[in-house]
């Protein structure tokens, strides 16, 4: 019964920003760590940004270090990924998630970790 929902994707230009927002009508999002994670056509899914529920911890992926924030309000029971500076590779879906197992970040995500995956929302970089 429970499924996030991802919103913000779009067709931007390289060095173009997305905002994208995660929510899950229903669900409180304050006692786990949220992952944002994308797949492209052909890829396996992949982690690109994680945050903990109150320390502060947080991961980003190599590839969107210095490009790609990542933030939340509990309050707004909503986490956020802002991505700049985009590239025609961030090209995918990208889906966010709850850690079921752990509220801090201490590296990169393991997927078996995570659960109420939405339907993703499709960031398209492309001149």
């Known amino acids: 019964q429970v499924q996030f929902v991802e919103s913000g994707g779009g067709l931007v230009q390289p060095g173009g920003s997305l905002r994208l927002s995660c929510a899950a009508p229903?669900?409180?999002?304050?006692?786990?760590?949220i992952g944002w994670f994308r797949q492209a056509p052909g890829r396996e899914r992949e982690g690109v940004s994680c945050i903990g529920s109150h320390d502060g911890s947080t991961y980003y992926a190599d590839s969107v270090k210095g490009r790609f924030t990542i933030s939340r309000d509990n309050a707004r029971n909503t986490v956020w990924l802002e991505m700049n500076n985009l590239k025609p590779e961030d090209t995918a879906v990208y889906f966010c998630?709850?850690?079921?197992?752990?509220?801090?970040?201490?590296?990169?995500?393991?997927?078996?970790?995570?659960?109420?995956w939405g339907q993703g929302t499709q960031v398209t970089v492309s001149s």
């Open positions: 998630a709850a850690n079921l197992m752990r509220s801090r970040v201490a590296g990169a995500p393991v997927l078996g970790e995570y659960a109420y």
């Open positions: 229903g669900f409180t999002l304050d006692y786990y760590a």
